[in-house]
């Protein structure tokens, strides 16, 4: 692809198809030439570009991943990442969370090189933080989507009804509305205190 779009974060189309497709490499780069804006591909091929978060969604999530950093800190097995890293998924989609993790098994033999681009993984590990903007039958089909990819585990935290939905890949979602969320399997230790997430909310 000769001439990669960019565009005004204020002018953002929400789809888009391309025709022809563009490659794996190309949709990074085109990322990359539109950092104002999350891109997301889904596994029909349609572009998906989301523009910035409110203000209340940015401090929730930044307590998100402040909290998941707080416990890797503790082993530092693996790494974590934020709502700004992009990975290539089996389905052919293009998916970025508000948090993840990724076990050292999953990162064996990757190169930095590698580490550098859009790793082709998933996730074992992801949370999706419901906005303003999302709707929440969306948002379930997005973890849908995780979990049909191969993450182990997903979260979707929902601050306007207080409660997380947990999603297995062995098990239907149940919901959960206590002070504290506790992980389990590729993060077992960590606790998630949502009580500090909702306060992120109040004005």
């Not at 490659?23 to 570009?49: K, S």
């Not at 979707?156 to 206590?178: H, L, N, Q, T």
């Amino acid at each position: 692809m000769s001439t990669l779009v960019r565009f005004e974060a204020s002018l953002v189309p929400r789809n888009l198809v391309i025709d022809p497709p563009m490659t794996d490499a190309e949709l990074e780069a085109f990322c990359a030439r539109n950092q104002d804006v999350q891109i997301e591909r889904t596994r029909d091929g349609v572009i998906r570009v989301n523009p910035p978060t409110g203000a209340l969604t940015g401090h929730g999530n930044s307590e998100i991943n402040r909290q998941l950093g707080n416990w890797w800190d503790e082993h530092q097995h693996g790494r974590i990442f934020d709502s700004s890293t992009g990975f290539f998924l089996e389905d052919g989609s293009l998916m970025s969370p508000d948090a993840a993790y990724v076990t050292p098994g999953q990162l064996k033999g990757m190169t930095r090189a590698e580490l550098a681009h859009m790793p082709h993984l998933c996730p074992a590990f992801v949370i999706e933080l419901l906005s303003r903007t999302d709707g929440l039958a969306e948002t379930k089909e997005k973890m849908d989507r995780w979990i049909a990819n191969g993450a182990l585990i997903g979260w979707v935290v929902d601050p306007y009804r207080r409660c997380v939905e947990i999603y297995r890949a062995d098990s239907e979602p149940r919901i959960i509305s206590g002070p504290r969320i506790h992980g389990s399997g590729p993060v077992d230790g960590f606790v998630m205190d949502v009580a500090k997430v909702w306060r992120c909310y109040e004005v």
